[in-house]
């Protein structure tokens, strides 16, 4: 049987292991997408580059050819940018959520047991009741 203090516990616990598995998912995202973002600018800067040299060697051809790929990968990062920063915003709005939610679920267990400590012979059935209601439930079916 878990005591009170013990099913405390276990939910920050369990609330620091998620919000620190939440900051390194958004950190890996971040660092791929900002590699993705560097190596797309860098390319069209390089194709920028390449076809200004091809345009004074030459003066029609393949600088309209490079000019329009050197565009294209700018605009491609602009999009993952833009992808990249709704995607930021949409996870800061669901951890407020997230936060607001766990924050009842605290102000329940303070309730429960303040209620529970005037009725000793009570606190073991309302801790492992909200034990078992309360308990976080698996993320894995989020992703």
Do not use: C
């Amino acid at each position: 049987m878990l005591s009170l203090g013990a099913i405390l516990l276990q939910n920050l616990v369990t609330r620091v292991t998620d919000r620190v598995d939440e900051t390194m998912d958004v950190a890996k995202r971040n660092a791929i997408a900002g590699a993705a973002i560097g190596l797309l600018l860098v390319t069209a800067y390089g194709l920028g580059v390449v076809a200004t040299a091809v345009l004074l060697a030459q003066h029609y051809g393949a600088v309209s050819a490079l000019f329009g790929l050197a565009g294209g990968f700018l605009l491609l990062a602009l999009i993952v940018l833009a992808v990249v920063a709704m995607r930021n915003r949409r996870e800061r709005e669901l951890r407020r959520i997230r936060r607001q939610q766990l924050a009842a679920r605290r102000d329940l267990m303070a309730a429960a047991a303040a209620v529970a400590m005037k009725k000793p012979l009570a606190a073991t059935a309302v801790a492992l009741a909200l034990g078992f209601l309360l308990a976080p439930k698996s993320r894995r079916g989020d992703d």
